[in-house]
Nanobody, 125 residues
């Protein structure tokens, strides 16, 4: 059974940090591009970051998070991570991990094949 499981969300003060983890089971995650997508109730899904398959040499970031967030992968652990620093209240959302074919570009949310259940990130004082 193919599964993606996110963890690491929570409540953090503005300026704080969180590290999200996405662990795959039932398939080899390093064969896939993996992205993080966030959603606020009532708003469209928003791609936050993506990392290419294999060695993850290509990474992509939403302009609003560039310089604050860093995506990485550990293929030995079948995992992808999102390190989030200098968090802002506007980063508050449910964060989803998603995996799909590596097309050589940052895929839209509709192009991912597998999704996790999401983890809540709340940035508030």
């Amino acid at each position: 059974q193919v599964q993606l499981v996110e963890s690491g969300g929570g409540l953090v003060q503005p300026g704080g940090s969180l590290r999200l983890s996405c662990v795959g089971s039932g398939f080899t995650l390093d064969n896939y591009a993996v992205g993080w997508v966030r959603q606020v109730p009532g708003k469209e899904r928003e791609g936050v970051s993506c990392i290419s398959s294999g060695d993850g040499r290509d990474t992509f970031y939403l302009s609003a998070v560039k310089g604050r967030f860093a995506i990485s992968r550990d293929n030995a652990k079948n995992a992808v991570y999102l390190q989030m620093n200098s968090l802002k209240p506007e980063d508050t959302a449910v964060y989803y991990c998603a995996a799909g074919a590596d097309y050589g570009y940052w895929p839209s949310a509709d192009e991912y094949d597998y999704w996790g259940q999401g983890t809540q990130v709340t940035v508030s004082s």
